[in-house]
T-cell receptor, first 111, second 117 residues
Framework: DAKTTQPTSMDCAEGRAANLPCNHSTISGNEYVYWYRQIHSQGPQYIIHGLKNNETNEMASLIITEDRKSSTLILPHATLRDTAVYYCIVRDPDSWGKLQFGAGTQVVVTP | GAVVSQHPSWVICKSGTSVKIECRSLDFQATTMFWYRQFPKQSLMLMATSNEGSKATYEQGVEKDKFLINHASLTLSTLTVTSAHPEDSSFYIC?????????????FGPGTRLLVL
């Protein structure tokens, strides 16, 4: 069972920031938060991951609350090509790298 | 870096035949490879975990004799769907964890769409 809860869908305007929430209230101290996205009919694409600190890379920023029970993925300037299903995944480092995918959030970026 | 390829990208076969899907890490060595299956409008379901030189570990409900996995090298894993039936039609996706990466981030292939007639 997925350990995360995400909204089913979100719309956002092209050029604006997209803020994708994820709840993981049962996360353990050594579990990482990973974000992937899947564009239609393609394999998932790694976006970012974090443990406690906020993280930023060329694709996105990850904001993790202090109690680690939720996080937000931020796409700073959404483009039409960012339309995809976004998956928030909590990964146990002792699980041999397994990822359990939930339903994710369908993000649609509109002009 | 961290490119994973799959071959073929799509395949159509007759019921009862076997189909082999290859997964390759092109620019890195993979400590572990994973195989997933995704039915239409559903999420990815992990089928098995594969380590080079050892037997694959299958998830509950996945028949190991039907979905044969061979992990011949640190850059190649194959999934063979034996005696395929229409219910095996699905999108098969592999991923690979890059050796030396912090927390073994998985990188996914583009997927193979299988249609069994």
């Amino acid at each position: 069972d997925a350990k995360t809860t995400q909204p089913t869908s979100m719309d956002c305007a092209e050029g604006r920031a997209a803020n994708l929430p994820c709840n993981h209230s049962t996360i353990s101290g050594n579990e990482y938060v990973y974000w992937y996205r899947q564009i239609h009919s393609q394999g998932p694409q790694y976006i970012i991951h974090g443990l406690k600190n906020n993280e930023t890379n060329e694709m996105a920023s990850l904001i993790i609350t202090e109690d680690r029970k939720s996080s937000t993925l931020i796409l700073p300037h959404a483009t039409l090509r960012d339309t995809a299903v976004y998956y928030c995944i909590v990964r146990d480092p002792d699980s041999w790298g397994k990822l359990q995918f939930g339903a994710g959030t369908q993000v649609v970026v509109t002009p | 870096g961290a490119v994973v390829s799959q071959h073929p990208s799509w395949v159509i076969c007759k019921s009862g035949t076997s189909v082999k899907i290859e997964c390759r890490s092109l620019d890195f060595q993979a400590t572990t490879m994973f195989w997933y299956r995704q039915f239409p409008k559903q999420s990815l379901m992990l089928m098995a975990t594969s380590n080079e030189g050892s037997k694959a570990t299958y998830e509950q409900g996945v028949e190991k004799d039907k979905f044969l996995i061979n992990h011949a090298s640190l850059t190649l894993s194959t999934l063979t769907v034996t005696s395929a039936h229409p219910e095996d039609s699905s999108f098969y996706i592999c991923s690979a964890s890059r050796a030396g990466d912090d927390q073994e981030t998985q990188y996914f292939g583009p997927g193979t769409r299988l249609l069994v007639l």
